[in-house]
């Protein structure tokens, strides 16, 4: 999306209804960034200029018989749509960071109700998430995870499912942002 003049920011499409022409994301309204500005700010008809679709992470996860989700609140776009296309079919769960200003206690996507949730430590963002990984018996086979959210976060919580043994290639990890 063009946020702002010469600005973009990225958002991962959430569902998709071809024969109406519409499509959904999910944007998290963070203080601070020319991002979290625009999502404040937008009103039913305004018109936005969009670049893409550009392919991403594949959230195809055919085969797999249990998904991990391991991110923040702006993985959730991503999280409800693997959720739509594997709910009744694969076991989901995983965990959730959010900051501060983010209240999901009151918000009714379904993929929330198999994730824990849990405050961002904003000094040591991802420090949630290799706790829940830690309690977790995650060596099962057939599993795929996805890790998304804060870029120091994903790549430490990638480095250590690794060193707990779970295969790269089961590992679908994107940083979506990063502090300035
Ligand atoms: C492939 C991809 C897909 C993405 N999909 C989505 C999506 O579906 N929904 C969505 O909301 N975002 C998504 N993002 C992230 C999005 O593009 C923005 O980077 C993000 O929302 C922050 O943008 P911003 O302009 O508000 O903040 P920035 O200008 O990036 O940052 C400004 C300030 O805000 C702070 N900040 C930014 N994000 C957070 C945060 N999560 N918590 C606390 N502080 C923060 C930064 O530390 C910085 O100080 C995606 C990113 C990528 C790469």
Redesign the pocket.
Known sequence: MS?DTGVR????V?ALHRARGVFE????A????????W?RKLAVGDVVALFGPKA??DARTAGAQTLVLLG???????YEAVNRLRRGSASIRGALEH?AAVNLQTCELPVLAGLGLFP?D?DRPGAALHHWIREQDIHTPQTVFFVN??GAAVRSLRLALISMGVRGVAIRS???????
Not at 9 to 12: F, L, S
Not at 25 to 28: I, Q, W
Not at 31 to 37: A, F, K
Request: charged content about 25%.
């Open positions: 946020v920011r990225q958002y991962t959430c994301v999910l944007g998290v963070h203080e601070g960034g020319p991002g979290g500005r999502v991403d992470l923040d609140e702006t993985a959730l776009g991503l900051g961002r904003e959210g804060h994107r940083a979506f942002w990063g502090r300035a």
